[in-house]
C-alpha cells in the first residue's frame, strides 16, 4: 500500500487515498487531505463535519454515510455539497481519516 | 487455429492483468430514466442518482410513463411495490392479488427501507434536489396524463421534451430503469 507524506509523517493510505490507520490522523493531516482533494481550507464547517464523523465512526465502529450526517452534524445535506463539491460521500470520510462507507446513503 | 492450454491461458491472463491494467476513464455525468412507478422500482433510480452525487458525478434524472408518479404530488406519498405482475415476488400471482396484499408488500418494504436509513420518497426528493441532481420530468408522459407542472413537486427543474432530454444529457451515460 503507498505511504505517503502528510504534515510532516508517513502515513499508509489504500489505493483511493483512504487512511488505513485511523489512528495516524491528526488535524493537520485532515488539512493535507484537504489539499490533496481540492479543498484549500478547512473552515468551521467542515470541521463540524470531521468531529461528528470521526465521533460517530468510534461510536458505530463504521464511518457514517451522507444522510446520517445531514442529519446529525448541524451541516444540511445541501452544505454537504457546497463542503466538499467532489463528492461529500467519499471526502467526508477520506479527510476524517476514516475507511470509505459502506453504506449507499 | 492455435491452441492454448489451460496453464497457457491462465498466464497470459495474468501477464495482461498486471501489464496493461486499464486507466479508465472515470465516469462524469449520468442521466437516469425512471420509467416506472412502483415503489421497487423508484428506488433504484434514485438511489443510483443519489450515489453519483455523493461521489461528485453530476446527475440528472428523467422522470417518464408511470415513472411521473414519483415526482407527483398527490402519488408520491402512495407509491407501492407490486405483488402482481412482479416476477421476483416470492408469493403466487394469484395470492399476490387478494385484498389486502399490495399493501402489506409495501409496508414491508418501507419497514425494510426505514431499517437501513434509507429515506421515504419525498424525503430522497429533496435530497436529491439538495444534492445538486436535476430532475426533469417527460413533456409527452404529462400529455399523456394530462398533468400540469403544478401538478409536480416543487423539486422538479423543467418539463423536457425528449429532445431536450438528448441535449441535457451531453456527455451522459444513460440509463435506464
Redesign the interface.
Known amino acids: 500500500m503507498p505511504v505517503v507524506e502528510y504534515a510532516g509523517s508517513s502515513i499508509e493510505v489504500n489505493d483511493e487515498g483512504f487512511l488505513v490507520d485511523s489512528s495516524q490522523w491528526t488535524p493537520e493531516v485532515a488539512e493535507a487531505i484537504a489539499q490533496e482533494v481540492g479543498i484549500d481550507e478547512l473552515n468551521d464547517q467542515h470541521w463540524k463535519v470531521i468531529t461528528f464523523c470521526r465521533e460517530d465512526a468510534a461510536k458505530q465502529g463504521t464511518p457514517p454515510g451522507l444522510r446520517r450526517i445531514s442529519k446529525n452534524s448541524g451541516v444540511n445535506m445541501k452544505e454537504l455539497y457546497q463542503l466538499f463539491p467532489k463528492g461529500p460521500g467519499k471526502l467526508a470520510a477520506m479527510v476524517s481519516g476514516l475507511p470509505k462507507p459502506q453504506g449507499c446513503i | 487455429m492455435t491452441t492454448t492450454t489451460i496453464e497457457e491461458a491462465a498466464t497470459t491472463g495474468q501477464a495482461m492483468e498486471a501489464d496493461t491494467k486499464p486507466e479508465r476513464e472515470p465516469i462524469e455525468r449520468v442521466s437516469i430514466i425512471c420509467s416506472k412507478g412502483t415503489l421497487d422500482m423508484a428506488y433504484p433510480g434514485l438511489?443510483m442518482a443519489?450515489?453519483a452525487?455523493?461521489?461528485?458525478?453530476e446527475a440528472m434524472v428523467f422522470f417518464t410513463f408511470w415513472g411521473l408518479d414519483i415526482i407527483t404530488e398527490k402519488k408520491i406519498d402512495s407509491l407501492h411495490v407490486a405483488t402482481v405482475g412482479n416476477p421476483s415476488m416470492p408469493i403466487p400471482t394469484m395470492v399476490g392479488g387478494l385484498p389486502g396484499m399490495e399493501a402489506m408488500a409495501t409496508k414491508m418494504m418501507k419497514k425494510q427501507m426505514d431499517d437501513?436509513?434509507?429515506?421515504p420518497v419525498r424525503e430522497f426528493i429533496e435530497?436529491l434536489s439538495?444534492?445538486?441532481a436535476e430532475l426533469y420530468a417527460c413533456r409527452m408522459a404529462m400529455d399523456m396524463f394530462k398533468l400540469e407542472e403544478g401538478d409536480l413537486v416543487p423539486q422538479v427543474d423543467e418539463v423536457l421534451t425528449v429532445m431536450d432530454f438528448y441535449d441535457k444529457s451531453a456527455g451522459s451515460q444513460i440509463i435506464f430503469i
Not at chain 2, 437501513?116 to 429515506?119: G, T
Open positions: 438511489v443519489n450515489g452525487r455523493m461521489m461528485g458525478i437501513l436509513e434509507i429515506p435530497m439538495d444534492s445538486g
